[in-house]
């Protein structure tokens, strides 16, 4: 009981990571990881003790998140189109990314690719867990994580700054 | 595009270091000969270093406290986790409340009166966007609105001579019917929550009872139609003072 509760607690500060980065707003993730907990805690005796807590946590927000978005549409950061003018952006020549931008940036990948890309790359899910806790196939995985990293790329790249640029659908 | 056959996916297994050993050997010989790749796999991993650095810091905050709380009715004693829990669904708006209903005798009634008022405060009082359905900016419209739906003639008390200010308030579903719940709040930002309901009192007066759940103090009592629970994480004696205020306003 106390060890459960300890691992529960445990997840917390990851649940929050991935909210921010999620929402980009500190209120906006703590509201969300606020409601996961709410979530996890009247659907506690449906977790299989032995597996895996934190897939199930990070599933409950996915869950919720998803209901979050579908609900306020106000809520929804919009993938804006890909020749939207990104004013902020400044094309530089080295690669090192710069914390305003990426953070800008983040928020104008489409949130279904934003999600892969969290959980593989800040989480460190293989392949397999991610797509458990978004409930779609691994290739499904796959395709939005290339789509994430190259649209990120780009942003990033102040958009085609370069011949080199590799276009990916 | 070679010999190898490197697929994009392996690209990808190969920056997030989910890629076997020998296989990684083979990509890395791929990428040293085609430098556009190479430069793609560099982005993308400078992408999840810049991502962690961004955000691993939140890691280390302090977790604020309504993100805690949760955690906390669940370290309730198994029968109060079962009323938080039934307490959160109701709360929730969910069906089937009736189903999980305590069925508890009459006296008893008025402790899980004072439970629901707990839960509600617990709940709602660290809501930062949305701590109330109707702000203090249309107390009248929200007073007119709460006594309809709770069949009774309600009054805010004026707690502002205390220090603390009306919040505003929301309709909550009770045990038998629909609840009030109005919300002060101090300069510092401590709130209180006053639980209101209509029945239950047979018209008979009960006195002050205090009960304490999660660090959360609360003293109800019935007065009339109205059974109220003033609740704060605030000392006794000072919740008493509020509550005496309460008492004397609404029974001038």
Same mark, same amino acid.
């Given at each position: 009981?106390?060890?459960?509760?300890?691992?529960?607690?445990?997840?917390?500060?990851?649940?929050?990571?991935?909210?921010?980065?999620?929402?980009?707003?500190?209120?906006?993730?703590?509201?969300?990881?606020?409601?996961?907990?709410?979530?996890?805690?009247?659907?506690?005796?449906?977790?299989?003790?032995?597996?895996?807590?934190?897939?199930?946590?990070?599933?409950?927000?996915?869950?919720?998140?998803?209901?979050?978005?579908?609900?306020?549409?106000?809520?929804?950061?919009?993938?804006?189109?890909?020749?939207?003018?990104?004013?902020?952006?400044?094309?530089?020549?080295?690669?090192?990314?710069?914390?305003?931008?990426?953070?800008?940036?983040?928020?104008?990948?489409?949130?279904?690719?934003?999600?892969?890309?969290?959980?593989?790359?800040?989480?460190?899910?293989?392949?397999?867990?991610?797509?458990?806790?978004?409930?779609?196939?691994?290739?499904?995985?796959?395709?939005?994580?290339?789509?994430?990293?190259?649209?990120?790329?780009?942003?990033?790249?102040?958009?085609?700054?370069?011949?080199?640029?590799?276009?990916?659908? | 595009?070679?010999?190898?056959?490197?697929?994009?996916?392996?690209?990808?297994?190969?920056?997030?270091?989910?890629?076997?050993?020998?296989?990684?050997?083979?990509?890395?010989? =791929?990428?040293?000969?085609?430098?556009?790749?190479?430069?793609?796999?560099?982005?993308?991993?400078?992408?999840?270093?810049?991502?962690?650095?961004?955000?691993?810091?939140?890691?280390?905050?302090?977790?604020?406290?309504?993100?805690?709380?949760?955690?906390?009715?669940?370290?309730?004693?198994?029968?109060?986790?079962?009323?938080?829990?039934?307490?959160?669904?109701?709360?929730?708006?969910?069906?089937?409340?009736?189903?999980?209903?305590?069925?508890?005798?009459?006296?008893?009634?008025?402790?899980?009166?004072?439970?629901?008022?707990?839960?509600?405060?617990?709940? =709602?009082?660290?809501?930062?966007?949305?701590?109330?359905?109707?702000?203090?900016?249309?107390?009248?419209?929200?007073?007119?609105? !709460?006594?309809?739906?709770?069949?009774?003639?309600?009054?805010?008390?004026?707690?502002?001579?205390?220090?603390?200010? !009306?919040?505003?308030?929301?309709?909550?579903?009770?045990?038998?019917?629909?609840?009030?719940?109005?919300?002060?709040?101090?300069?510092?930002?401590?709130?209180?929550?006053?639980?209101?309901?209509?029945?239950?009192?047979?018209?008979?007066?009960?006195?002050?009872?205090?009960?304490?759940?999660?660090?959360?103090?609360?003293?109800?009592?019935?007065?009339?139609?109205?059974?109220?629970?003033?609740?704060?994480?605030?000392?006794?004696?000072?919740?008493?003072?509020?509550?005496?205020?309460?008492?004397?306003? !609404?029974?001038?």
């Amino acid at each position: 009981m106390d060890g459960r509760d300890r691992d529960f607690v445990q997840h917390i500060p990851r649940l929050r990571r991935y909210a921010r980065a999620l929402t980009g707003d500190r209120g906006r993730a703590d509201d969300l990881v606020q409601d996961t907990l709410e979530r996890a805690l009247v659907k506690f005796h449906l977790w299989q003790p032995g597996s895996d807590l934190r897939a199930w946590m990070f599933t409950i927000m996915h869950n919720v998140y998803v209901n979050q978005v579908r609900a306020s549409a106000a809520a929804v950061n919009i993938a804006l189109d890909d020749d939207t003018a990104l004013p902020t952006m400044r094309a530089t020549q080295s690669d090192r990314l710069e914390v305003r931008d990426l953070q800008v940036a983040l928020l104008r990948v489409p949130e279904e690719q934003r999600e892969v890309l969290l959980l593989v790359g800040v989480e460190q899910m293989t392949y397999e867990e991610a797509a458990g806790v978004l409930g779609i196939p691994i290739g499904t995985v796959m395709s939005r994580l290339s789509r994430a990293r190259e649209r990120l790329r780009a942003l990033l790249a102040g958009g085609a700054a370069h011949s080199a640029l590799k276009v990916v659908k | 595009m070679s010999a190898l056959a490197v697929i994009e996916a392996e690209l990808h297994a190969y920056v997030d270091g989910l890629l076997p050993q020998a296989r990684r050997t083979e990509v890395e010989a =791929y990428l040293a000969a085609h430098a556009e790749d190479a430069q793609r796999v560099r982005a993308w991993r400078e992408q999840n270093q810049a991502l962690r650095d961004l955000f691993d810091p939140v890691l280390a905050e302090s977790l604020p406290a309504r993100v805690r709380r949760p955690d906390l009715t669940h370290r309730m004693r198994p029968v109060l986790r079962y009323a938080a829990v039934a307490g959160w669904l109701a709360l929730g708006g969910v069906a089937g409340w009736n189903l999980h209903d305590y069925n508890v005798a009459k006296s008893a009634d008025t402790v899980a009166f004072a439970h629901r008022a707990a839960i509600a405060h617990i709940v =709602y009082s660290p809501e930062v966007r949305h701590p109330v359905e109707v702000g203090a900016d249309q107390e009248a419209h929200l007073v007119a609105w !709460l006594s309809k739906r709770i069949g009774g003639s309600l009054k805010v008390p004026q707690l502002a001579p205390l220090g603390y200010q !009306l919040v505003g308030g929301r309709l909550l579903p009770g045990n038998s019917g629909p609840v009030a719940q109005f919300m002060f709040q101090d300069g510092g930002g401590q709130r209180l929550t006053l639980y209101v309901r209509n029945g239950g009192g047979d018209g008979k007066e009960m006195a002050f009872r205090y009960a304490q759940e999660r660090g959360v103090s609360v003293f109800y009592w019935i007065d009339g139609r109205f059974g109220y629970a003033l609740s704060g994480e605030i000392d006794k004696s000072e919740l008493l003072r509020v509550a005496r205020a309460v008492y004397q306003q !609404l029974n001038p």
